[in-house]
Each structure stands twice: as C-alpha cells, then as structure tokens.
C-alpha cells in the first residue's frame, strides 16, 4: 500500500528555520497537505495544496513540492510551534488517502 | 463557522462493532466529503475513510473489510461504524470536514474509544 515517509523528529533552535520533509511516489502527481497536532488538541491545516496557507495561519508557514518530496517549512520558528507535523495526499489511483508517520518538531 | 462534534460509546467489547457519529454544525453538509481519523495512544494519526454528501465513500485499504461510513443530510450526521474490533482500535477518534482541494480544514474535538471487556 502506499505511503508517505517523513523523518521522525526534527530539532531548531527559536528563530531558526525547521523544513520538515514528506517523501511519496505519487506527490509529483498529487496535492499535499500539512497538519500540526499538539498533545489533547484535534489537528490544525496549516498547508494545503502544496504551498498554500489557511487563512489564519502565520506567514512563517511555508509549503514546496519537488517531484517526490515535499517540504514543509517554518521560518523563524517561535515554540508554539513545538508539535507533530503531518503531511497528507493521495494515492495514484485515487482510491484512499493517507498520513505520513509523522514528524516531531522540538524547539531547542 | 461550521463545527463538528463527535458522539458515541467511550467502551467498546472486544470483538464488538464501534460506532460513532459527527454532528455538523454552523454550516452545510452538502457539497463536501466528511472523514474519519483516529489516532492511537502514543502513535500517528490514521486516516480511516471519507465519505460524499451524495454516499460515495472511499475507505483505508487497512480497515477497509470492517469499515463502513454513511451520511444523513438530513440530520447534518455521518457516522461511522467499525467491527471486529480489537485493542488495537483503541483511539481518539475524529471526525473532519474535506474542502475543496481534499484538505481537512475543520475537524471535531476528538473522542476517546477504548476498547476492552
């Protein structure tokens, strides 16, 4: 079955910038989406469509897509930002989506 | 803004079905996909299956033999039923709302199922 392969933790000191990966075969063809999920707290869409922002959500949070790989980064990174970040799509054929395995994000 | 609540058993038997609903709320149900998500203590999210206002559903490949999402419209509801289960359906369990370009952009609180005799 398909998958999305994130590295499982990542660690920035404030105000540095952290760029969190989400690996998949079929992302050159289909949308990724990013979520931030804190501890207690239901998911929060934070990129959608590769590189698009919700409204609501700081400029900090930037998307990109090169062919298998897409990037989620944070820029000067503040530690409300600490959480599990999630990147989601789509398999080729369209018949199910899925999850990343997740990325832990640790504010040094 | 629209809202959604889940509701539902917090205790489920082994080997019994798992069933829960989400109540849409603030908005319309019509003209989106609404999903199913859960998270295991200590472990990532899962995406589990969605569904279309008009029924069409997609399902997790994984669970995809004890599943089955549907939808009221007219109660602003679409549940979700899971059988067999085991403790490794033990999960917050969410319910979301899928916008245009497939993102998830509203989610409920999440509701805890354990499961176990």
């Known amino acids: 079955s398909y998958e999305l392969t994130q590295p499982p933790s990542v660690s920035v000191s404030p105000g540095r910038t952290a760029r969190i990966t989400c690996s998949g075969d079929?992302?050159?063809?289909?949308?990724a989406y990013w979520y931030q999920k804190k501890p207690g707290q239901a998911p929060v869409l934070v990129i959608y469509?590769?590189?698009e922002r919700p409204s609501g959500i700081p400029e900090r949070f930037s998307g990109s897509s090169s062919g298998t790989t897409v990037t989620l980064t944070i820029s000067g990174v503040q530690a409300e930002d600490e959480a599990d970040y999630y990147c989601q799509s789509e398999d080729s054929s369209d018949s199910y989506w899925v999850f990343g395995g997740g990325t832990a994000l640790t504010v040094l | 803004q629209v809202q959604l609540q889940e509701s539902g058993p917090g205790l489920v038997k082994p080997s019994e079905t798992l069933s829960l609903t989400c109540t849409v709320s603030?908005?319309?149900?019509?003209?989106?996909?609404w999903s199913w998500v859960r998270q295991p203590p200590g472990k990532g999210l899962e995406w589990i299956g969605h569904?279309?206002?008009?029924?069409?559903?997609k399902y997790s490949p994984s669970l995809r033999s004890r599943v089955k999402i549907s939808v009221d419209t007219s109660e602003k509801q679409f549940s979700l039923r899971l059988s067999s289960v085991t403790a490794a359906d033990t999960a917050v369990y969410y319910c979301a709302r899928v916008a245009s370009y497939g993102e998830s952009d509203s989610w409920g609180q999440g509701t805890l199922v354990t499961v176990s005799s």
């Open positions: 079929a992302l050159p063809k289909k949308y």
């Open positions: 569904i279309h206002y008009s029924g069409n559903t």
């Open positions: 603030g908005g319309s149900i019509n003209n989106y996909y």
């Open positions: 469509k590769d590189s």
